[in-house]
């Protein structure tokens, strides 16, 4: 007997493939129009099976919502069928009971970081990044710049900068406890795409730079990420502590915004104030990243 779940599934599932099935045209599809022939827009059932290459049987029985059994690769086919995007084709598996992929960000979309490039600069004058799956910097504020070192002519990316970036383990007295944290929170990020080469082409190179990493890595530590509190000495503002935060935007789940927010208590909101003072900045040891 099916489970209400799919019970409630199944009619959402029904009016979404027909929905979807209604909006492309037979040309859209590579097919000829049918004309004054047909009597409703759109691709029939018969034309949505042969060309995602199911049973016209089949394919008729998964949108009336019938209890079938399915696979990712044919759910697959009948999405690209339908022109389904990342988060359509996400919600296809939902209705057919299966663990949905990885969002995808449309080919569209992978430029557009205007909207976060205007939110980190928001966060000023507390640093703020974005970094990529692998952690490559993608962009960062004043602040950060200021703070942590972060420039061009470093490796442009967060784990490799970490373990190799004078500057930044210079101002890091806890430098050796976060690294193992650090580390943990990268193999955890590595876990969500195992069959990912970028991740090990990172984690290769860091190997071959840092014995320091090797050690953490061979432990086998796993943790999300999340929140990590830092202490940071500055050499002109003295010790800083932050909060750093990692967040996800769903239109742009290949990359990670981390904000950084002073802890409470502590004056770090004013130093870091005067410190993208324009006073601060004229007393800054390196220049600050365009």
Same mark, same amino acid.
């Given at each position: ?39 409703? !827009? ?12 199911? =049973? ?19 759910? $697959? ?12 084709r996400r919600h296809l ?27 980190i600069e928001a966060w000023?004058?507390? !640093? ?86 090797? =050690? ?7 943790? !999300? ?24 935007? !769903?239109?742009?789940? $290949? ?36």
């Open positions: 007997m099916a489970t209400p779940t799919a019970e409630h599934r199944r009619p959402e599932l029904r009016e979404f493939l027909m929905s979807r099935r209604a909006r492309i045209t037979p040309a859209e599809a590579g097919l000829p129009d049918g004309g004054a022939r047909r009597r409703t !827009p759109g691709l029939r059932r018969e034309e949505v099976a042969v060309l995602a290459g199911v =049973g016209v049987s089949w394919y008729q029985w998964l949108e009336q919502g019938r209890a079938i059994t399915v696979s990712g690769q044919v759910l $697959d086919a009948v999405g690209r069928v339908l022109k389904l995007t990342s988060a359509e598996y939902v209705l057919a009971g299966l663990n949905p992929p990885a969002l995808e960000v449309a080919p569209g979309e992978r430029g557009n970081c205007d909207g976060l490039r205007r939110l000023m004058p507390f !640093p703020a990044h974005i970094m990529d799956r692998y952690w490559n910097t993608v962009m960062y504020n004043d602040a950060a710049s200021l703070v942590f070192g972060m420039r061009p002519e470093i490796v442009q990316n967060c784990l490799i900068a970490f373990f190799t970036d004078p500057i930044y383990r210079s101002r890091s007295p806890q430098w050796a406890q976060i690294a193992r944290l650090v580390v943990a929170q990268f193999r955890a990020a590595c876990s969500e795409s195992p069959h990912d080469e970028g991740f090990r082409a990172v984690i290769e190179e860091l190997r071959e730079l840092s014995p320091e990493f090797t =050690g953490l890595w061979e432990r086998g530590d796993v943790l !999300p990420g999340g929140q990590l509190e830092k202490e940071i000495e500055h050499p002109l503002t003295g010790t800083l502590y932050v909060e750093a935060t990692q967040l996800r935007v !769903p239109a742009r789940p $290949d990359l990670a915004i981390v904000l950084h927010t002073p802890l409470p208590g502590t004056g770090t909101a004013e130093k870091l104030e005067w410190l993208t003072s324009p006073e601060g900045r004229r007393g800054s040891m390196f220049p600050v990243a365009g």
